[in-house]
């Protein structure tokens, strides 16, 4: 938790503000896709492992644009097979509450937790790579089971600390300031 505390006092302003609106800009993006904000909401977050957010986007119009032109053909957007058949599914008219459920307990949560916090739940985490790099110095690229629930817990005692910030929009502040760190370095 202090490496999230840590990460969140060294956000530039800019850094703040990016992520405290990021989730009403996604939900704001998944409107502007479909009249079905729950349905958009699903394909963005079936699509999301492993991909970054302008591909995730433009995997999401594809495969909407497709279903509402009532297509047989699901388009090619990146992503893994099974990711790609449940955005598809969504897209179909299928419930994404339902297709999104994993099928193991321990798996897909960041899925299912990127989905609700697109949707308006601030009290859950979406623990991706980024986020698990803040939280701890050897995180895994791909975080499971307790690891996620410890992670996310993590990020929910942060917020309580702070006092002025859901758990959503810090682990979204955090997320915008240590990929922007990233990538100042990178260019070095």
């Known amino acids: 938790m202090t490496n999230i505390l840590r990460e969140f006092d060294n956000a530039t302003a800019e850094d703040l503000l990016a992520g405290l609106n990021w989730y009403s800009e996604a939900l704001a993006f998944a409107r502007s896709l479909?009249?079905?904000?729950?349905?958009?909401?699903?394909?963005?977050?079936?699509?999301?492992?492993?991909?970054?957010?302008?591909?995730?986007?433009?995997?999401?119009?594809?495969?909407?644009?497709?279903?509402?032109?009532?297509?047989?053909?699901v388009p090619s957007v990146a992503g893994t097979y099974h990711n790609v058949q449940k955005a598809w599914r969504i897209a179909q008219g299928e419930d994404p509450a339902i297709v999104l459920i994993p099928f193991e307990p321990n798996r897909s949560l960041k899925v299912c937790r990127f989905y609700a916090n697109i949707l308006g739940d601030t009290e859950s985490v979406t623990v991706d790579t980024w986020a698990a790099r803040v939280a701890l110095k050897d995180a895994p690229a791909v975080v499971r089971g307790k690891q996620y629930r410890r992670i996310e817990k993590m990020y929910q005692k942060?917020?309580?600390?702070?006092?002025?910030?859901?758990?959503?929009?810090?682990?979204?502040?955090?997320?915008?300031?240590?990929?922007?760190?990233?990538?100042?370095?990178?260019?070095?």
Request: proline content about 3%; glycine content about 4%.
């Open 158 to 188: 942060a917020a309580q600390i702070i006092g002025t910030i859901t758990p959503r929009d810090l682990q979204a502040v955090c997320w915008v300031s240590i990929r922007r760190k990233s990538t100042d370095t990178e260019e070095v």
């Open 34 to 73: 479909d009249d079905d904000e729950r349905k958009a909401a699903g394909v963005i977050a079936a699509l999301s492992p492993r991909q970054q957010w302008d591909t995730n986007k433009d995997g999401a119009k594809k495969i909407l644009r497709a279903a509402q032109r009532h297509s047989n053909i």
